[in-house]
Antibody
Framework: EVQLVESGGGLVKPGGSLRLSCAAS????????MNWVRQAPGKGLEWVSS????????YYADSVKGRFTISRDNAENSLYLQMNSLRAEDTAVYFC???????????????WGQGTLVTVSS | QSVLTQPPSASGTPGQRVTISCSGS????????VNWYQHLPGTAPKLLIY???QRPSGVPDRFSGSKSGTSASLAISGLQSEDEADYYC???????????FGTGTKVTVL
């Protein structure tokens, strides 16, 4: 059974840092691109970042570019999101999601985790 | 901000058909495939439709998707109470070099 379990969320002050983790199981992690998607309170889903299977390609939403870094450890079956210079508007539930399909242009997110809450507040 | 536009809400009585639109542009829907997700607050989003009109195994055939030009739509026929949720379209955007989600539509079963 495919499982994605996020962790690392919590309360952090503006300007602070946090590292989210996503533990994957039930599939060959190294064969799939992965994503982070977030949902701010009362708002819709927002794509945050994507990483290819071997970490060769990384993409970021403009809203987090230069502040967030996506990474993965295929030996540990884990996905990460290093979040620096956090702002109040980064407050959200962060989901990790597996990418299915070929090229990004024709891909989709077939499995999602339950999410971890990040709150940025003084 | 979202670059795919959806109506904020849609509703119907049990058994009715509800359609949700998703409007984009040539850089996303116009040149890439569209996917649809169902989301209940506090839970993991669920893939409903992929590659414009394909249903993953386990998704009832009451759900169907279509795409034409720079727009897409999701139809729910035979509406059921358990269909009350938020629905999002999504696609890769060639200009932004990233995925974009729709603004989301809340479906209410009256």
């Amino acid at each position: 059974e495919v499982q994605l379990v996020e962790s690392g969320g919590g309360l952090v002050k503006p300007g602070g840092s946090l590292r989210l983790s996503c533990a994957a199981s039930g599939f060959t992690f190294s064969s799939y691109s992965m994503n982070w998607v977030r949902q701010a309170p009362g708002k819709g889903l927002e794509w945050v970042s994507s990483i290819s299977t071997s970490s060769s390609y990384k993409y970021y939403a403009d809203s987090v570019k230069g502040r967030f870094t996506i990474s993965r450890d295929n030996a540990e079956n884990s996905l990460y999101l290093q979040m620096n210079s956090l702002r109040a508007e980064d407050t959200a539930v962060y989901f990790c999601a597996r990418v299915m399909g070929g090229a990004y242009s024709s891909s989709w997110f077939d499995y999602w985790g339950q999410g971890t809450l990040v709150t940025v507040s003084s | 901000q979202s670059v795919l536009t959806q109506p904020p809400s849609a509703s119907g009585t049990p058994g009715q058909r509800v359609t949700i639109s998703c409007s984009g542009s040539s850089s996303n829907i116009g040149s890439n495939t569209v996917n649809w997700y169902q989301h209940l607050p506090g839970t993991a989003p669920k893939l409903l439709i992929y590659n414009n009109n394909q249903r993953p195994s386990g998704v009832p055939d009451r759900f169907s998707g279509s795409k034409s030009g720079t727009s897409a739509s999701l139809a729910i026929s035979g509406l059921q109470s358990e269909d009350e949720a938020d629905y999002y379209c999504a696609a890769w955007d060639d200009s932004l070099n990233g995925y974009v989600f729709g603004t989301g539509t809340k479906v209410t079963v009256l």
